[in-house]
């Protein structure tokens, strides 16, 4: 999806790495669902893709100096955004994807001081591996969950983002998708399926992801996508089959580490 947005004239984002990635993967079945779907899940994608390029580029100019993608897939940033500074990118993935995109990335210069992958599993100690990996807890951190946090069960999200916070100094910053009511949507019942069959189905969605977040040590912004310039147009045609959903919002996400470590 990102590499098709990517050549697309009014491209909300261009991630030149993602072509190479599809042309590694070698040929591939077409995705799961219908044309409503597709279109549907493509603009997510790249609305989504642009808001989290501004959010970590605003966090970095605001005074984080470490990124950490959790779940990072094949996340290019540390490659192909402007970075306003030398930061450290930590890329938190399952070993069988890393090893997939080193074969891509592998001996390419990224765009930041230091790029550090790290194998390690969301549901174990991960935390521990990123700072044996060279993370440092004081520092400010800009997080990103992007596509993440919805494959895990909901007391596993529920310990991944405590576990940010616990190792948050004030100041830091998180960027988030959740599941809303998308997962109910009818129209994507067979991406549902496809996944689930793959081994990796959506596990959580939350009803009321700001509120969660605070209880977990973060104070959240919710943007009504309406109000992103390249997010309205791609976006309002989805409004009327979301409303019906029962969707309450709260997709995209972005906030600031505040009050106590959360228990
Ligand atoms: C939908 S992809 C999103 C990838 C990337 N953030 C993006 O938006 O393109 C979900 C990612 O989470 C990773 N993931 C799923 N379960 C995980 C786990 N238990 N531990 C670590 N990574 C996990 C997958 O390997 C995959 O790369």
Redesign the pocket.
């Known amino acids: 999806m990102?590499a098709d947005e990517s050549r697309a004239p009014n491209a909300c984002a261009v991630d030149p790495w993602a072509a190479e990635f599809v042309a590694a993967a070698g040929p591939q079945d077409p995705p799961p669902g219908g044309p409503e779907a597709r279109a549907f899940l493509h603009d997510g994608?790249a609305v989504?893709t642009r808001y989290f390029d501004d959010c970590l580029l605003e966090a970095v100019r605001g005074g984080c100096t470490q990124v950490v993608?959790?779940?990072?897939?094949?996340?290019a940033r540390a490659f192909r955004l402007p970075w306003p500074r030398p930061v450290d990118v930590f890329e938190?993935?399952?070993p069988e994807?890393l090893a997939f995109k080193e074969r891509v990335v592998g001996g390419r210069v990224p765009a930041v001081a230091r790029r550090v992958t790290v194998a390690?599993?969301?549901?174990d100690d991960?935390a521990e591996a990123l700072t044996a990996a060279g993370f440092d807890p004081a520092r400010r951190t800009a997080w990103?969950c992007?596509?993440?946090l919805a494959?895990?069960a909901p007391d596993?999200a529920d310990a991944v983002v405590r576990a940010m916070a616990a190792h948050s100094p004030p100041g830091s910053a998180v960027a988030a998708e959740t599941a809303t009511s998308h997962g109910s949507l009818d129209c994507l019942r067979s991406c549902r399926d496809a996944l689930a069959a793959d081994g990796?189905p959506w596990r959580s969605s939350l009803r009321d992801p700001a509120s969660w977040w605070a209880e977990r040590g973060w104070r959240m912004t919710v943007p009504d996508p309406a109000s992103l310039p390249y997010a309205a147009e791609r976006m309002a045609r989805y409004v009327p089959m979301l409303r019906e959903a029962g969707d309450t919002g709260g997709w995209l996400l972005t906030g600031t580490r505040c009050g106590p470590t959360p228990a």
């Open positions: 990102r994608v989504r993608l959790l779940g990072a897939g094949l996340d938190v993935d399952l994807l390690a599993d969301l549901r991960w990103l992007e596509g993440t494959y895990l596993r990796a």
